[in-house]
């Protein structure tokens, strides 16, 4: 992926997390242009999440005034977004930010999703980088966080949980 | 869920004029600056042809139950926002109550796609009668205590869970990739419900009391879970769906694992057949309540857009 246009959907921001760009995130798949115009294929991070909406408003805008028309943006699926795709510059942006960027997703080889029972550990702290933090709620501001606090430098913190 | 973008909204009126401030953030045609505007069809692009050798009328159905069960429970923990104990438990159910409202806004889509008729999720979600909604009884039944809403998040995660993880392998491919998506997302519910299940069943005298309360009431609408609907004895043959009773053993497996952390017993069952009532549009009139509330607006002003 290294068109024009692929660059110019690739540099738009996130609505609720503006420190990281669509491409950051790992949910723009592919930008194809045509002769008819641009079709931009996007994967959403979860089934509700309310700025799906605002992406693609932000996708076609920014394409129309690269001088892209039409632009039209869909929606795929399969395979579901997971906190993997978030790329290496992403995870960069996010600690910087003071997000806790996620670790590797939950894996399961075979059989029934395992309950997790108890705390969870091991999360650094984005701002002073001790392993001493704790959950403190297990969702956040937005669909995609949790909130975590740090024992050493006591600052709360969110955390982009796995998925 | 959807509605149209409007010529007469106050934002849209004043965007019109020089100068002031929405029209510095509204770019030309884009939606997303007066309230209710912007939501995008979210099978938009998706291919909702019904696979070969599919009945089209019971995809259809079969997408409402699993939709209507999300939306009603979705309303359920909505009317949580303002009354839970604290304010990471309200930010907590009303994450999990949204996660419910995008896999019910994708499957009754899916469920207008099949059908065929032109009915899009607003259609289906607004205006339609207590009878014609498909959900299971579990998710209509009125609020109680947090302890109350902790039982009933456990067994329907667990439950929902279980018939998501098997779904994601329906032939339907776009059932199969809403299934996929909302086990991650239905996995975390789970474990939030469970996580409150232990702290209030292994906590005090009084906590114990209360959690074991909901249980009580909670489980009298267990058994319908793994009532198996004639639609969905169809699709389990065909391979689109998932015998719901087909779940009950790893349903049992997980709620043993978390009543035993909890050191609280199983309520009793009672014995003999159960019917999916829910499934067949029979409702209690606690869903009639709740319909009557959230669709209020949307009948309120039939074919309104704003």
């Known amino acids: 992926m290294s068109g024009r246009a692929w660059q110019v959907a690739a540099e738009v921001a996130d609505p609720e997390l503006p420190v990281v760009t669509l491409a950051d995130l790992g949910i723009l798949r592919a930008v194809d242009e045509t002769p008819a115009g641009v079709v931009v294929t996007i994967t959403p991070t979860y089934s509700g999440c309310p700025a799906m909406a605002a992406i693609r408003a932000d996708v076609a805008a920014a394409l129309r005034a690269a001088g892209y028309a039409p632009v039209e943006v869909r929606t795929r699926l399969a395979p579901p977004w997971t906190t993997d795709w978030i790329t290496e510059r992403g995870r960069r942006r996010l600690a910087e930010a003071g997000l806790a960027p996620p670790g590797a997703a939950p894996a399961r080889a075979s059989g029934p999703v395992p309950l997790s029972l108890g705390p969870r550990r091991g999360v650094p702290c984005p701002r002073c980088g001790a392993g001493r933090t704790e959950e403190r709620s297990r969702f956040g501001a937005t669909a995609c966080t949790a909130l975590w606090w740090c024992q050493d430098c006591r600052e709360p913190f969110e955390h982009v949980k796995e998925i | ?306």
Not at chain 2, 12 to 24: Q, W
Not at chain 2, 58 to 69: E, F, R, V
Not at chain 2, 206 to 218: P, Q
Not at chain 2, 248 to 274: C, I, K, S
């Open chain 2, 1 to 306: 869920m959807s509605p149209e973008r409007a010529t007469e909204h106050p934002a849209a009126a004043a965007a019109a004029e020089p100068g002031n401030a929405y029209e510095a953030l509204n770019e030309g045609d884009d939606p997303r600056w007066a309230y209710g505007t912007g939501f995008a069809d979210p099978l938009a692009g998706v291919d909702t042809r019904v696979p070969s050798g599919v009945d089209a009328a019971d995809l259809a159905g079969y997408c409402l139950m699993l939709g209507d069960d999300a939306l009603v429970m979705s309303h359920r923990l909505q009317e949580w926002c303002t009354r839970a104990p604290e304010l990471e438990e309200e930010v907590a159910l009303a994450n999990i109550a949204l996660d419910l409202l995008g896999q019910a806004r994708l499957l009754l889509s899916r469920a207008g796609a099949a059908e065929g008729a032109g009915r899009d999720e607003d259609a289906l979600a607004y205006l339609r009668d207590p009878g014609g909604f498909r959900n299971v009884r579990l998710v209509e039944a009125e609020n109680g205590d947090f302890g109350h809403a902790m039982a009933r998040l456990l067994v329907f995660a667990a439950w929902r869970l279980a018939l998501l993880d098997r779904l994601a392998g329906s032939r339907d491919p776009v059932l199969a990739a809403v299934a996929a998506k909302g086990v991650k997302e239905v996995a975390y519910h789970r474990d939030y419900a469970a996580g409150w299940v232990v702290r209030l069943g292994d906590g005090t005298a009084y906590s114990r009391e209360r959690m074991a309360a909901g249980l009580a009431a909670v489980w009298p609408l267990v058994p319908e879970l793994f009532a198996r609907h004639e639609v969905e004895a169809r699709l389990a043959a065909a391979g689109v769906a998932a015998d719901p009773a087909g779940l009950r053993a790893e349903f049992d497996q997980v709620l043993d694992q978390v009543l035993t952390a909890a050191t609280l017993a199983r309520p009793p069952e009672r014995p003999g057949p159960v019917r999916a009532a829910g499934r067949a549009g029979e409702h209690t009139p606690a869903l009639a309540t709740l319909l009557a509330e959230l669709q209020s607006v949307a009948r309120a002003h039939p074919g309104a857009a704003w």
